[in-house]
């Protein structure tokens, strides 16, 4: 599976922004996907992650309730939307896959797009 990453930009605090993922392959419908972020000098940290079947997703406490995570499998896609967006926010944003179950742990993705910059000034 290849990701590809976009959406991000620059937004004022208070703002939103939606990120798109676009996967290719045909086992995308049977991969449990999920954004990272990386701010400067940070760890990659997990944001969100969602099952094959979006029944299950789950959050990092600091975007909980701020953001949401979906996915359409017709159109082998993944989407974050984010709101009410702050400057902890700016990073840059990954989309990542696996097989075997939603994980909020880097190591256990397979696949990772190659990120969209998000910054949010104050």
């Known amino acids: 599976v290849q990701l590809q990453a976009s959406g991000g930009g620059l937004v004022q605090a208070g703002g939103s922004l939606r990120l798109s993922c676009a996967a290719s392959?045909?086992?995308?419908?049977?991969?449990?996907m999920a954004w990272f972020r990386q701010a400067p000098g940070k760890e990659r940290e997990f944001v969100a992650a969602i099952s094959r079947g979006a029944t299950t997703t789950f959050y990092a406490g600091s975007v909980k309730g701020r953001f949401t995570i979906s996915r359409d499998n017709a159109k082998d896609m993944v989407y974050l939307q984010m709101n009410s967006l702050s400057p902890e926010d700016t990073a840059i944003y990954y989309c990542?896959?696996?097989?075997?179950?939603?994980?909020?742990?880097?190591?256990?993705?397979?696949?990772w797009g190659q990120g969209t910059q998000v910054t949010v000034s104050s």
């Open positions: 392959g045909r086992t995308f419908i049977n991969n449990d």
């Open positions: 990542a896959g696996r097989y075997g179950g939603t994980s909020d742990v880097k190591s256990q993705y397979d696949y």
